[in-house]
DNA sequence: CGGTACTTTGACCAAATTCAATCACTGTGG
DNA sequence: CCACAGTGATTGAATTTGGTCAAAGTACCG
């Protein structure tokens, strides 16, 4: 998703959340009333495609994958939302993807209209070019650093101990891949010293720039040589 | 692009704009006033990746195509345009990706915000869903047959003349492929049954529910037998 | 006609998937 | 505290899908 002049900086899904609007939110969590913070156990839907549509939510603290089944065992999982970001938009009044909480979450309803819903709708729409673009044209190794770079939200920093907080099912589902893929490109990157592994779920950035490069294509046969 | 719940029907990108504005546009052609509609031939670029953006255009007459390059002589076509629809979206004041005419194209600029720019938003939004699980989680054949069905815009009927008016190049940087193997997935459809073709420029569908289970990916081994 | 550009076809190749173990962490119970 | 399931991750071998390379074929346009 690091592109040239991808404008989209989403917030690490790592940063903590006001506590107060969090308490608020787990204390109302029965309390189904339109416009109150909605909270999530892990596994739990937030919606499902076919249903009737509800407003966009902003993501207060969690992770929400959303994604489209296929027939099939095949799904495409469309976002990995941390804090900070929005989910559900759908035209025609349906959903048309399934929305699940990957970790505990807490939502708030968006209001209808507004000028932030419409910059939320404008950044969405490029990550998911993005996303179509990686899919489409990047390779398996390329797709993991791009996805380890958009894992690190806007703080690049060497050396960072980056918590895995998605299993491998999901980063291949993201990534159109299959598990074991994403694993030997985990060790791809390891041996070209992009970064390290502590226990199996915990990842240190070593080279930010190689994995820049790598995410971008400029390590592709036909770019330009460097 | 058909999933179960896909809301999204684009006109077909063979619908006539009504003649006194595109007559309008074609006169005014070289006045560059802003919300004066905009006359492009093919090839002709209607934005670059990294200029800044100007607003979103609501397409008349034509094709015009929106891609993403990458190093090398990669690129992934984000969407083929044909009348009625929107492009030009952007966050960050930037555009993100290039748009250029595939046909000689009459194009008006959108007012900032409206009611249908934000429908039109989440259209695109859905769209790019479809584009993402496609790239993501479809077999050639079922990219191709995906194409296909949205080709033929919203009339489906069999035994219609569908005229190509995308080369093989351009179908294939949008379906994530390279030509040759979309050239013999056509060949293969039309073993199947579902098309026939008339020269290399038209096709005729002969079995729309046939390319429709293709399409979804009923025909996938895992999926439900049928 | 002849040249050019695009498409198709064929043979081979490579990246990623599949299938099948094996490994390593976690939590549980002895 | 350690053995031992159980789950998810890794590794390896074989396979498959789609890509690459090269050679026709075919329409189009002068």
Partial sequence: METAFSPVHAPSIFHTPPAHVVERARRRKDEAFANEPRALEPGENLFAAGQPACGPYRL????VMVFRALPGPRRQILDIAGPGRTV???AGGRHD???VAISPAILVPLGETGKDESAAMLAEIARLRDL???LGRKTAIERL????L??????????RRLPMRVSRQEIADYLGLVIETVSRNFVALKNLGA???IGREDVVILDIPMLRRIAEGSEWPGAVAN
């Fill in 145 to 148: 650093a791009t996805f380890l």
């Fill in 88 to 90: 559900g938009f759908s």
């Fill in 60 to 63: 207060l603290e969690g992770l």
């Fill in 150 to 159: 958009q894992m690190m939200g806007e703080d690049f920093e060497t050396g």
């Fill in 97 to 99: 993807c399934d929305a």
């Fill in 195 to 197: 970064l390290r592994r």
């Fill in 132 to 134: 179509a673009t990686l």
